[in-house]
């Protein structure tokens, strides 16, 4: 059984940070490309960031030198670290894990950027 399970979500003001954090079970996650997707209220589910097996990454540019996604295959865990929130990233996170054909998905972490 696949899990990949979000946290680190909550509350932030403007200009504040967030780490993020997805731990995966029931899969061999070294070999999986993993990604941190959002999706805001009525918009469709995009990407944020992606990490490949060899720690290749890959940005949205609305989040290029604000967030960084990382990986610790020890603990089967990806990263998300966001600064300098704005209102604009208040969205559902969603963390994925991709090999071949296979497609995984977490429930989410809501994040809100709010004074």
């Known amino acids: 059984q696949v899990q990949l399970v979000e946290s680190g979500g909550g509350l932030v003001q403007p200009g504040g940070s967030l780490r993020l954090s997805c731990a995966a079970s029931g899969i061999i996650f070294s070999i999986y490309r993993m990604g941190w997707y959002r999706q805001a209220p009525g918009n469709q589910r995009e990407l944020v960031a992606t990490?490949?097996?060899?720690?290749?990454?890959n940005y949205a540019d609305s989040v290029k030198d604000r967030f960084t996604i990382s990986r610790a295959n020890a603990k089967n865990t990806v990263y998300l670290q966001m600064n300098s929130l704005k209102p604009e990233d208040t969205a559902v996170y969603y963390c994925?894990?991709?090999?071949?054909?296979?497609?995984?998905w977490g429930q989410g972490t809501q994040v809100t950027v709010s004074s």
């Open positions: 994925n894990a991709v090999l071949a054909q296979q497609d995984h």
């Open positions: 990490i490949t097996s060899g720690g290749n990454t």
